[in-house]
């Protein structure tokens, strides 16, 4: 017990260093945007809409720059220095307000414009959701992962459903509307293949059946949902499960692919393939270090046999023991 209270303690050691890191990039960025409003002016048009004034858009300054700049820098020394207090805590939660409001503010207006100010709701948006991470990764109070409470398999699937589409609508809607935007405004031009109308939507469905199917499964048998503050309660291997690790992440990147694919959009398919690549090389190891934690050896063998982005001929046969139980009720 006191090994694995040790190793708690480290990694959570490591997440609140990655976090100061975070936060005293977050901070040195906003100032560096603020002394390329002041130095280059021309780039100011793609951060304002035609219903504000250059001078309207430099007035932020006066709030942004306490706040976000220099709140960020202290948040950064805050997590260096004392992580644990609980002003530190209630300070980096202050951050995600502070972030999340203009985030709101630019992005009404951006859509409101039809897609002026893009790279302001980029940025924010940005620092808004790396603010709210590193928030609910530095607490000192839990896990990384938190199992779901027990609940009914609809309230775990209506759960899901809910998650699902908020994710659908940010990453395969206001993303590629975004980066669309962007390219226009830059002048980047899109490409054309054969097919493009129609073969992108021809995958996209069944992808899209599959990254649902996936969901439920999850909150259906693992009595959770695929957030990890509300994590399955137990290891799931059924549906896509039996075939493939994480077919809701492979499912949702491809998803975003075809997206960008029949949009004809460079931007599109290199976030889609940026985002497989965060997820492998950062919340992979973090997931599966949690999962081989909780359920042991059986996910050990699960792991071993079932590939992680490309599926296998032939399914996994062996369920776990909370499954053949489940299974025979």
């Known amino acids: 017990m006191h090994e694995e209270e040790l190793e708690s303690q480290k990694e959570w050691k ?8 975070y936060f005293l990039l977050q901070g040195l960025g906003a100032g560096l945007w603020w002394l390329m409003m002041w130095w280059f002016p021309l780039s100011r048009g793609y951060f304002r809409t035609s219903r504000m004034s250059e001078q309207a858009l430099l007035d932020f300054a006066w709030p942004d720059i306490p706040l976000v700049v220099f709140g960020s820098l202290f948040c ?5 220095k004392v992580p644990k207090s609980p002003w530190t805590q209630r300070l980096v939660w202050a951050m995600v307000g502070i972030t999340f409001y203009p985030t709101l503010y630019v992005a009404g207006a951006t859509l409101m414009t039809g897609g002026e100010g893009w790279a302001a709701t980029m940025a924010m948006g940005a620092a808004a959701g790396g603010s709210g991470l590193v928030a609910w ?13 027990e609940r009914s398999s609809a309230s775990n699937v209506s759960r899901t459903a809910l998650q699902s589409a908020f994710f659908w609508l940010v990453s395969l809607v206001i993303t590629p509307w ?3 935007q962007a390219e226009k405004s830059l ?11 129609w073969l992108p939507w021809l995958l996209f469905v069944p992808a899209g059946l599959i990254n649902l199917y996936s969901g439920y499964t999850m909150s259906r048998w693992g009595k959770g949902t695929p957030l ?4 399955a309660r137990l290891l799931v291997v059924r549906g896509p499960y039996r075939f493939i690790r994480n077919p809701m992440a492979t499912s949702g990147i491809f998803l975003g692919l075809m997206v960008g694919w029949w949009l004809g959009s460079w931007g599109t398919l290199l976030a889609a393939f940026s985002g497989g690549v965060f997820w ?3 919340v992979r190891p973090i997931e599966e270090t949690d999962l081989l934690k909780r359920f042991g050896e059986p996910y050990k ?3 071993s046999s079932i590939l992680c982005w490309l599926p296998i001929r032939k399914p996994y046969e062996r369920l776990p023991k909370d499954e053949i139980v489940e299974e025979q009720k």
Do not use: C, K, N
């Open 14 to 21: 490591l997440r609140t260093v990655g976090g100061a890191v």
């Open 76 to 80: 950064a020394w805050a997590l260096w």
């Open 137 to 149: 990764t530095v607490r000192p109070d839990g896990p990384l992962f938190r199992e779901a409470v």
């Open 178 to 180: 975004l980066i669309l």
């Open 187 to 197: 002048g980047i031009p899109s490409f054309q293949t054969p097919f493009q109308s």
């Open 228 to 231: 990890p503050m509300d994590t």
């Open 280 to 282: 492998h090389v950062f």
């Open 301 to 303: 063998q699960y792991q």
